[in-house]
């Protein structure tokens, strides 16, 4: 049944207009990471949540103005502040590690995908179309540059904080040698990335599980779970023969960069480790993704 | 007939480059959900330039139709192809000729209409980032948005979150628009803009497929209809001619009840109500031709003061298709 034949006799039959074919933009991907990347920093609550961030070197900087503590008590490096800025640095990276980066990371990979799926915006990307592969890749990229921000954001203020109160002078590693301020700042550079990379494979985790529901909570809290449920793990004593190969046991690793002699055999290893929990996550968002039925 | 007014323009679809045959067609379309079959045998044939009316109970998959052509749902079986092209296989190429609203619209509620559109324009990879701001405040414009742009999306009312949605479609000029239910939540000034606004689409050679309860609104504006119910497409086809297959039936004013009615009756019509009071008599046309039907009753004496061969409007065709219980329009 053709339309010229369903057509009836009154109709009055125009030429047909025609339609330029679409054709692809160049650097229309990079368009797209830069509209999810507003969509990610003008939400009051990323902000939020980036500035409880700052706040964990601000306060332990000035609390270790106040009072110096004792070597030996506190987390790691709290004693080494009050002779040199740049240890607030890692001070603070291990403070936010075992819970507010995570929570960051939760949240913010955990609403990526789910949080689109809940309130019908998914539907709508998939139908102007951002295809499901492309959409998986600018969410990853979104997710990993707002870990790097979050991991930065402690690092930077960090950094300013420590400076401004005690200091940036030579830098005496754990070993007991003392190298230049700047070399002190490029290992802080390497803690950094080391960080970002270890957080990756948790955000990784948290996109995948952002594709199994539109319950972005649900997603968020699961994320969350899942770095806790591997520091839970990791403080078996009984299970440490599975310890090495956990998501979260190697995320303190980064002290190594703070030896004389560091052991980049094992930081690599160890990242490889983070990689490869990331490269397995997104496989599986991929599959899940890919495949799934948009019904919200 | 008022769908004979509301299609009387439509385009030739045999000229220009795009291959010929229908905007929209499937073959055997079938999705189960768990044992529950929603969409069942479905075969859909949209033509270029058609205001295709997709009516149907809540429920009897409209909705999943929609989705499966949209590349949303994956059949269980069955063929789809849109603007002449597989889906979802051609999904890349297919959908940006295609504007959509479904299932209602939806948008980040802490950005501005003007920054949705934004963030929906930045998505689409065959939108000339030059030309953005232009478009966007064209298809606010054209939507009556204008003076809202800025305005965070979670202070929208329902009938300004429906505009926005329609304007996200236009975002782009399409050559094929699906609307599910758009005039939902609209008042009746914003039904009657939607209205018009689908017409003028249609005029500029858009193929509209709108899914509606409204069956009024519909009758107005549509070219074709399907009608669905429980997974089933029952009928489909030019407005026209669907409502031709509804029973006919004559109805003449005349004092002479009894000569009428008996003319009626031995050229063979059936259903013949006599109605003394009103002077009226009525009887399904069946075959019959009017203008035979007129004469018999003439030669046999009879005065007429009025003659009208009734069809049934669509609201009737449907419940009579589909059953009652349903929220038509009254």
């Known amino acids: ?296 | 007939m008022t769908a004979g007014t509301a299609g009387a323009l439509t385009r030739d679809s045999g000229r220009s480059g795009h291959p010929a045959g229908p905007a929209v067609r499937t073959a055997g379309l079938t999705r189960r959900f768990g044992d529950q079959i929603a969409v069942d045998d479905v075969d859909l044939v949209v033509p270029r330039g058609a205001v295709y009316g997709f009516l149907g109970p809540n429920g009897s998959g409209k909705t999943t139709t929609i989705r499966m052509l949209l590349g949303l749902l994956a059949a269980d079986s069955g063929e789809i192809d849109l603007l002449g092209e597989p889906m979802p296989a051609s999904l890349g190429s297919v959908l940006p000729r295609v504007g959509a609203l479904i299932e209602g619209p939806a948008f980040h509620l802490y950005l501005s209409g003007w920054d949705n559109l934004r963030r929906l324009d930045a998505s689409d990879r065959t939108a000339d980032p030059a030309t953005s701001r232009e478009r966007i405040g064209t298809a606010l414009a054209r939507v009556g948005l204008t003076a809202a742009a800025s305005k965070r999306y979670r202070q929208y009312s329902l009938g300004m979150k429906q505009r926005l949605g329609l304007a996200a479609a236009l975002l782009q000029p399409r050559e094929l628009l699906v609307l599910d239910e758009p005039t939902n939540g609209l008042d009746p000034q914003g039904t009657r803009e939607v209205r018009n606004l689908v017409r003028e689409l249609a005029f500029d050679g858009t193929t509209v497929l709108v899914s509606s309860h409204l069956l009024a609104e519909i009758e107005q504006v549509a070219t074709h209809v399907g009608i669905m119910a429980a997974g089933r497409l029952l009928r489909q086809g030019p407005l026209t001619e669907v409502l031709a297959d509804g029973a006919a039936v004559v109805r003449i004013s005349t004092p002479d009840v009894t000569l009428a009615s008996g003319a009626l009756a031995r050229s063979g019509l059936t259903g013949v109500v006599a109605d003394r009071e009103a002077a009226v008599v009525t009887a399904r046309l069946g075959e019959h031709l009017p203008e035979d039907v007129l004469r018999e009753v003439v030669t046999d004496g009879a005065r007429v003061r009025g003659f009208a061969v009734e069809r049934p409007h669509l609201e009737e065709l449907f419940v009579a298709l589909t059953g009652e219980g349903f929220d038509v329009l009254r």
């Open chain 1, 1 to 296: 049944m053709s339309s010229a034949e369903m057509s009836t006799a009154e109709v009055t039959v125009l030429p047909r207009p025609s339609f330029a074919p679409p054709r692809t933009q160049r650097g229309a991907f990079w368009r797209l990471y830069r509209s999810e990347m507003r969509l990610l920093l003008r939400r009051r609550r990323n902000i939020a949540l980036l500035a409880v961030l700052a706040i964990v070197p601000l306060l332990i900087g000035v609390a270790v103005k106040i009072s110096t503590p004792r070597n030996g008590e506190g987390p790691a490096f709290l004693g080494q502040i009050t002779g040199n800025g740049l240890f607030l640095v890692f001070t603070a990276l291990t403070v936010a590690l075992p819970l507010f980066l995570p929570l960051v990371i939760g949240v913010v990979a955990g609403d990526s995908i789910a949080g689109e799926a809940g309130n019908g915006t998914l539907r709508y990307l998939l139908t102007v179309p951002v295809t499901r592969t492309r959409l998986l890749a600018v969410k990853t990229l979104g997710v990993a540059s707002f870990t790097a921000l979050a991991v930065l954001t402690v690092a930077l203020v960090g950094l300013v904080v420590g400076g401004v109160l005690f200091g940036l002078h030579a830098f005496t590693l754990l070993s007991g040698d003392t190298v230049s301020a700047a070399s002190g700042l490029v290992r802080a550079v390497f803690v950094a990335a080391y960080v970002v990379i270890a957080l990756f494979a948790l955000a990784a985790g948290g996109l995948f599980i952002s594709t199994l529901t539109e319950n972005a909570i649900a997603a968020m809290a699961t994320t969350i779970g899942l770095a806790v449920f591997s520091a839970l793990l990791d403080a078996v004593p009984q299970l440490d023969r599975i310890h090495g190969a956990l998501l979260t046991d190697h995320w303190l690793g980064f002290g190594e960069l703070l030896r004389s002699n560091v052991d980049a055999a094992a930081l690599i290893r160890w990242s490889l480790l983070h990689l490869g929990y990331a490269a397995v996550f997104l496989s599986l968002a991929w599959a899940r993704l890919s495949t799934k039925d948009i019904t919200s």
